[in-house]
Antibody, heavy 117, light 110 residues
Framework: QVHLVQSGAEAKKPGASVKVSCKAS????????FHWVRQAPGQGLEWMGM????????KYAQKFQGRVTMTRDTSASTVYMELTSLTLEDTAVYYC??????????WGQGTMVTVSS | QSALTQPASVSGSPGQSITISCTGT?????????VSWYQQHPGKAPKLIIY???KRPSGVSNRFSGSKSANTASLTISGLQAEDEADYYC??????????FGGGTKLTVL
């Protein structure tokens, strides 16, 4: 059975960075792209970017260019999303999702990131 | 990239059918068949219910169907059930090789 398991909730100060992990299991890790999507409290879904686990190539949403880095560790079947220079507006649930069909068919459980002074 | 346009809310009675629209441009919805729909219940991760405009993943009820005309995609739910009450989001691939979500639609089953 396919699972994406994310790291736990984080509390950060403005200006800090956060790194969220997403461990895949139940299928060949390098077979499909990964995406990161966030959802601020009471708001909609926002696409942040994607990573090809074969080779590590990335594509980021323009809004996050220069602040987000997506990486992977193939030996651990894990992808990472690091967001820097956090502001209060970055408070959100961050999701990873798998993409085998130009759609996001399996999602992680979400990681709450709270930015507060 | 601007979000795709969805109605903020729709409602229907049990057994009825409802349709949620998702309007984009020729650079996203109108230009590609990579349109998908997601159902999200409160406090839960989104769930894929339609991909490739009109395909259903295994295990998704055939009460859910998708279509597209020009720059607008649509999700239809027939035979509404109480458990269908949730938020629904469309998503599309774009010309810039990005992906963009709609603003979301809250479905209320009366």
């Amino acid at each position: 059975q396919v699972h994406l398991v994310q790291s736990g909730a984080e509390a950060k100060k403005p200006g800090a960075s956060v790194k969220v992990s997403c461990k895949a299991s139940g299928y060949p890790f390098s077979s499909y792209f990964f995406h990161w999507v966030r959802q601020a409290p009471g708001q909609g879904l926002e696409w942040m970017g994607m990573l090809n686990p074969t080779g590590g190539r990335t594509k980021y949403a323009q809004k996050f260019q220069g602040r987000v880095t997506m990486t992977r560790d193939t030996s651990a079947s894990t992808v990472y999303m690091e967001l820097t220079s956090l502001t209060l507006e970055d408070t959100a649930v961050y999701y990873c999702a798998r993409d085998p069909i130009e759609a996001f068919d399996v999602w992680g459980q979400g990681t709450m990131v709270t930015v507060s002074s | 990239q601007s979000a795709l346009t969805q109605p903020a809310s729709v409602s229907g009675s049990p057994g009825q059918s409802i349709t949620i629209s998702c309007t984009g441009t020729t650079y996203d919805v109108g230009g590609y068949n990579h349109v998908s729909w997601y159902q999200q219940h409160p406090g839960k991760a989104p769930k894929l219910i339609i991909y490739g405009v009109n395909k259903r993943p295994s295990g998704v009820s055939n009460r859910f169907s998708g279509s597209k005309s020009a720059n607008t995609a649509s999700l239809t739910i027939s035979g509404l059930q109480a458990e269908d009450e949730a938020d629904y989001y469309c998503n599309s691939y774009t010309l810039q090789s990005d992906w963009v979500f709609g603003g979301g639609t809250k479905l209320t089953v009366l």
